[in-house]
């Protein structure tokens, strides 16, 4: 266990020795994060238009269902009084 510790030590410190960097490699660090943060606030954008437009999408479905039901209900409705009259004719 003291082993990887000094192993983990003797890494850290080399790390920090050798990996100063200069200006010109944090700013482009800094730009390279700014390109990312600026592509990642387009794609939540987008996330959220495509979530209003399902949810407008889901709305219009639910409103065909229901018309298309009601139309269901209505054509049952003509059918059994078809049936009813049909039936009435058929006694005469």
Known sequence: ?????????????MGLVG???????VEA???AADAAMA????AYNLAQNAHTVAS???YAAEQA?????AALECCNANSA???????KAMMK
């Open 65 to 69: 269902t229901k018309n298309s039901t």
């Open 19 to 25: 990996g100063c960097a200069d200006m010109t490699q």
């Open 81 to 87: 009084r078809m049936d009813k009259m049909f039936e």
């Open 29 to 31: 660090a800094k730009a």
């Open 56 to 58: 407008e999408a889901s």
């Open 39 to 42: 592509r990642a606030n387009d």
């Open 1 to 13: 266990m003291q082993k990887l510790i000094k192993i983990s030590v003797l890494a850290l410190s």
